[in-house]
Structures are given as structure tokens and as C-alpha cells.
């Protein structure tokens, strides 16, 4: 089984990229899964299953959707076995722009909006700069000046990734998608692999529930601003 992990910023357009580059590949109905990663909620599962996908979605709630994911994917892996998937593709929403969600030896593809304005890639941490493959969605909206200045930053954030611009609507763009997607590794598990990156660390009074503020309730991971006079 192929896997492939798709993550990008909230309303991005991950899920029309994933449904279109699906269709383009072409491959039988069924034989493609999807395992959606939120927050608090989704209604990405209402389309996937439109077109017939096998497709299960996890909330994470009050835990960070990084810590989710991990804790949960090797079992998603299984769930795609045993479905007899030929493709499995796991969707993250990046809430944080520390969000690290992907794994050494699995193509990774991070999706972002050419409308969040041109010095977003800048701030986006390893969710961008880790990607195999940037795909910049709704680049169709705004010029060629923005696309150009858009792509650039992206490669000041990551050198090694292929930028491909991708119209959700249309499907303009996913061939090229669909090629490296048949190219992914095949892998029969995840166990003793490892993220590219560490996750984001936080170990603290409020992470178990604390809501008062002041220095006397908080305690574990901290850190301080210093402000000048």
C-alpha cells in the first residue's frame, strides 16, 4: 500500500486537491482511502464519500492535532490494510505553524493558498519546509506577479521542494500531483519510523486543565517574553 500525507492551513483547499488528483490517477473505485485529521470538526467526509471513498475522520479535541496524529496513524495504516487499499492519504489541518506532521520516507505534501498573502510561506515552520511537494492552491485569482513572489518565498523556505499550482475546481495542475503519488514508497507498516521533525512541546498546568492565571498556577514547560522598558 502507497501512502501519502497531505497537510496545509485550514480552508487551503487540501480536500479539492486530494479529490481531484484521486480522479486523475484513475484508479478503481475503492482502491483509494482517506484518513481525515481535525480538530473540533469536519465535513470533508460528506465529499470523499460522494465519490465512494473508504474515508475515516479523528477529532483531536483538546490535544494537540499533531500528538493525534501520531498517536493514531500506525492504526490508521491498518485500517487501510485491511480495506485492501491501494492508496491510503492521511489529511491534516495545520492549526499552529509549528505543526510538524510528517514522516521520514513518506511523500509529504503541503498545501497552501496563494490568497493568504505572498509572505505566508514564511511563516509556516516544518509543515512547509519538510514537504516533498508544495502544492498553491487558487493561484488562478491572483497575478502572475503574486504567483511568481508567492513561489519564491516557498523556495527561500524550502530549496528542495517541487512547487506545483494546483485549481481545486478545474483539476489544472494535478497531473503532475498524480505522477508523484504514483511514485510513493510502498510500506506494510510505520512502526520504528520517525518524524521529520520534532513536534510542538508543551508540558504545562494548562495542558491538564488549569484556567487561572498568575505565576502561582502555572508550572512545566514555560516560556517568557522579555519586554523592554
Known amino acids: 500500500m502507497k501512502m ?8 487551503s483547499g487540501k480536500t479539492s486537491v486530494i479529490l481531484k488528483t484521486i480522479a486523475t490517477l484513475g484508479l478503481p473505485e475503492g482502491s483509494v482511502g482517506v484518513v481525515k485529521f481535525d480538530s473540533l470538526t469536519s465535513f470533508d467526509h460528506n465529499r470523499y464519500g460522494e ?8 477529532f483531536a479535541g483538546k490535544i494537540c492535532p ?9 492504526e490508521a495504516v491498518s485500517w487501510g490494510k485491511r480495506k485492501g487499499l491501494s492508496v491510503l492519504i492521511t489529511e491534516s489541518a495545520g492549526l499552529c505553524n509549528r505543526c510538524s506532521p510528517y514522516i521520514k520516507g513518506i511523500l509529504s505534501v503541503c498545501v497552501i493558498d496563494n490568497l493568504s498573502g505572498v509572505n505566508t510561506p514564511r511563516k509556516i515552520g516544518p509543515m512547509l519546509k ?3 511537494i508544495v502544492v498553491v492552491t487558487k493561484g488562478d485569482i491572483v497575478s502572475q506577479a503574486e504567483r511568481e513572489v508567492f513561489s519564491f518565498n516557498i523556495k527561500e523556505v524550502n530549496s528542495n521542494a517541487k512547487v506545483i499550482f494546483v485549481n481545486g475546481i478545474t483539476g489544472q495542475g494535478t497531473f503532475m500531483l498524480a505522477k508523484s503519488f504514483s511514485e510513493a514508497t510502498e510500506i506494510d507498516t510505520l512502526k520504528d519510523r520517525t518524524l521529520r521533525f520534532t513536534m510542538p ?6 495542558c491538564t486543565g488549569e484556567t487561572r492565571i498568575g505565576d502561582f498556577y502555572q508550572m512545566g514547560m514555560l516560556k517568557r517574553m522579555e519586554f523592554e522598558e
Open 66 to 74: 499533531d500528538h493525534f496524529f501520531v498517536s493514531n496513524i500506525e
Open 4 to 11: 501519502i500525507t497531505v497537510a496545509g492551513p485550514p480552508s
Open 130 to 132: 519538510y514537504a516533498d
Open 51 to 58: 465519490s465512494n471513498m473508504p474515508v475515516q475522520t479523528g
Open 201 to 206: 512541546a508543551a508540558i504545562c498546568s494548562y
